[in-house]
Nanobody, 124 residues
Framework: QVQLVESGGGLVQPGGSLRLSCAASGRTFSNYGMGWFRQAPGKEREFVAALNWNGVLAYYTDSVKGRFTISRDNAKNTVYLQMNSLKPEDTAVYYC?????????????????WGQGAQVTVSS
């Protein structure tokens, strides 16, 4: 089992920044590719960003490219999502997830473990 706990969400004005953190415990963190997903009210959960086990390979959905950065610190068992130039349409609950292997994955069914979610609200 892998336990994931997100933190760092909150309310921010359009154009602002937030950094989400996801602390992992349980099994060896570096055995897993990690991802971030989000779910807005009334919508399906969607892929945001993912990273392979050593942080070399990253992938982003088009709507966040150039604004969001995913990173990880395997010594701290933590994955991050730096979000800049936030827009109201980024408002959602953000979830981190641990994948089925060491690569990065973009589909929800490739992830076996999920955090409880962190609310991000972008509003003036």
């Amino acid at each position: 089992q892998v336990q994931l706990v997100e933190s760092g969400g909150g309310l921010v004005q359009p154009g602002g920044s937030l950094r989400l953190s996801c602390a992992a415990s349980g099994r060896t963190f570096s055995n897993y590719g990690m991802g971030w997903f989000r779910q807005a009210p009334g919508k399906e959960r969607e892929f945001v960003a993912a990273l392979n086990w050593n942080g070399v390979l990253a992938y982003y959905t088009d709507s966040v490219k150039g604004r969001f950065t995913i990173s990880r610190d395997n010594a701290k068992n933590t994955v991050y999502l730096q979000m800049n130039s936030l827009k109201p349409e980024d408002t959602a609950v953000y979830y981190c997830a641990a994948g089925r292997g060491t690569y990065y994955y973009t589909r929800t069914y490739d992830y076996n473990y999920w955090g409880q979610g962190a609310q991000v609200t972008v509003s003036s």
